[in-house]
């Protein structure tokens, strides 16, 4: 499986940054308000970068032949998260991107103030998950020519 490319991730949110930028000012053009955006998208984009991490270091420990709960099948699936995830936060990233600057658009009213700087700080959190998400993705790479007989899940299932 070859890596995911770095120059897609910022085709994919260049392209929402656009698309939800074009939308958003003719939106706001025509006497509408921007969307709103709540601060919990910001714990949750950091929490989903916090969940890859906790499983990239266990594929890692894995493929150390330390103890751990993740196997072969596992991995792959660590891996294809991380690559989803991968493609996500870097769409979910450009929109934030794109409500911040329109929110700018009407930075006089307090609530589009306080707006644009969630859909900033959401944006920060966005970049991190994307980040987490590469870096775990690469981690997950495993050498095709070990002995699946020396990893054994050591923790039973429920």
């Known amino acids: 499986m070859k890596p995911v490319s770095l120059p897609r991730l ?7 940054l656009l698309l ?6 003719g939106v706001v053009i025509t006497g509408g308000t921007p969307l709103e955006v709540t601060p919990m998208i910001m714990v949750l984009e950091l929490f989903l970068a916090l ?3 906790w499983s990239g270091i266990h594929v890692k420990r894995y493929c150390a032949h330390r103890k751990t709960w993740v196997n072969a ?17 870097s769409i979910v990233t450009g ?8 929110s700018m658009a009407r930075i006089g009213a307090p609530a589009m103030v ?3 700087v ?14 987490c998400a590469v870096i775990v993705e690469r981690w997950c790479v495993i050498d095709a020519d070990e002995d699946p007989e020396h990893h ?7």
Do not use: D, E, F
Not at 73 to 89: D, K, Q, T
């Open 95 to 102: 929109t934030l991107i794109a409500l911040m600057l329109i």
């Open 10 to 16: 910022i085709g994919y949110a260049i392209i929402a």
């Open 51 to 53: 969940m890859l991490i």
């Open 73 to 89: 099948l596992n991995a792959l699936r660590i891996a294809v998260a991380a690559r989803a995830s991968a493609y996500v936060s």
């Open 118 to 131: 969630i859909s900033g700080l959401s944006a920060v959190a966005g970049i991190i998950w994307c980040i």
């Open 20 to 25: 939800v930028g074009v939308i958003g000012m």
């Open 114 to 116: 306080a707006n644009a």
């Open 152 to 158: 054994s899940p050591n923790v039973n299932p429920a």
